[in-house]
């Protein structure tokens, strides 16, 4: 099996957002004084290792440092300490907090494409799959409206049958599961277990601990952007809900 | 080799949207320009007492790529901050969103150049060989526009502040710059002169000026200094991009 991540000490902060932070007179008044913002360590430390095949659920509370890891994996965060391996020969397709990028003023067969190119498929194959896309994403009537109009279950429909049509062999997942409808979310379990059996490598941030318990073959447990537990599902479940009941 | 075909996708996307919802549609991108310059060769030939005819040309040799470059500046530097539909859910370089709207705004370039050709042929009465180095003349001109564009997005997703400031400078440089009226019009040693052989445009606007208008041929000094700038401010804004690629996640 080969690697697909490899994350050695990686640590990512946020500076604690204010307004005023974005103003040039506040920057350099920072300078002037020497003064730092105050930070907000997301992720501490974390030395993980995924191999090709694995299914692995991340879990936690909020804040945890879950979708910020998950972020890393994507590439869209660059951490600020340790080293990150990530391997580029395979199609690795995101799906953060419920979508793709999607453009809010093209139409959804316009995003379609723009997304199939970002995640490596050229127009033509995009358009051989957009029948099988719209058929899933049940949006045939809508996919010619700006996604702007869509709802939110309609843009997680839409973005959760691009990223499984295109067959990718690494899925990030954030929290999908939270809007739509119970039979669509029902569709989309069988799609997710019929690319875990075809070998796609996933990762799942949820909060739906049975699904994750079933689903997965691998649990890791994020608590103040620290791995508390990595192991087999069930026992990391049983530590995490006995652990949650002290609150 | 996907990367090219997301940004030309994007780009045509961009074009397309942009028009979307109005009723001429693409008749604006034509409409625009003319309007523009129109009212501007109008207004200016009374100021500078000039014969419309012959200032329409004068005008309009420089102030068309001027246009493009003010253009491609304002909005690639908002295109990264703009760009958060994107950057916060995939991984895409930051080089992608100016590269963009420097894009677009050289295909709006194009249709104002279509206008340009239709007031040169209205008015232009000599016709040389000159006017061939003009697509030549143009190439510094985009490398300056991209260059300080990405200048811009850089210096826009950490200081929001930066836009007005921007914009600012690009009246203080166009109004310092031979666009308006001819260098002529001032005595050789006055202050006036002086701010316009310091001013870099007055170069990248010989470039367009001297064939189109003065029907010469550029000097040497122009294409140095345009070419030489061009490139320094292009390497900067690209090495800008590329020194703070991570961080602009942050900001957005």
Known sequence: MSMVFNLEKVSVSFERYSVKQRSLKYSVGRLLRNTNNSHFQALNDINLKIEQGENIGLIGRNGAGKSTLLRVLTRVISPQKGKIFINDQLHLVPLLELGIGFHPDLTGRENCYLAGLLMGYSRTVMEEKMEDIIRFSELAEFIDEPVKTYSSGMYARLAFAIATDVRPEVLLVDEVFSVGDEFFIRKCILRMQKLMKAGTTTVFVSHNLDFLVTHCNRLIWLDQGRVVMDGEPTEVALSYRAQQGHF | ?252
């Open chain 2, 1 to 252: 080799m996907l990367a090219l075909h997301f940004i030309w996708y994007y780009t045509l996307s961009h074009l397309k949207l942009k028009y979307r919802y109005t009723s001429l549609g693409v008749v604006w991108n034509f409409l625009e320009p003319a309007l523009y310059l129109g009212i501007l060769s109008l207004v200016f030939s009374v100021v500078n007492r000039m014969n419309i005819q012959d200032y329409v040309v004068f005008l309009f040799s420089a102030l068309i790529p001027w246009r493009y470059l003010e253009r491609a500046v304002n909005t690639a530097s908002e295109s990264i901050v703009t760009g958060d539909w994107l950057l916060k859910k995939m991984y895409v370089s930051p080089f992608v969103f100016p590269v963009i709207r420097w894009l677009v705004a050289g295909v709006e370039y194009l249709f104002s150049l279509i206008i340009l050709i239709f007031f040169l042929l209205l008015f232009k009465k000599q016709w040389t060989s000159h006017l061939w180095i003009v697509p030549l003349a143009f190439i510094p001109w985009a490398i300056l526009s991209l260059g300080l564009g990405m200048i811009g997005a850089v210096l826009y997703t950490f200081f929001r502040d930066i836009r007005q400031i921007i914009q600012l400078g690009l009246i203080i440089i166009f109004f310092t710059s031979p666009i308006l009226f001819k260098p002529e019009i001032f005595q050789t040693a006055s202050l006036q002169a002086r701010i316009l052989q310091w001013n870099p445009v007055t170069y990248y606007a010989a470039l367009f000026q001297k064939p189109v208008y003065y029907l010469i041929w550029p000097a040497a000094t122009d294409w140095i200094v345009t070419i030489g700038l061009s490139l320094i401010i292009f390497i900067l804004g690209a090495s800008l991009i590329y020194r703070y690629r991570g961080k602009f996640y942050f900001y957005l």
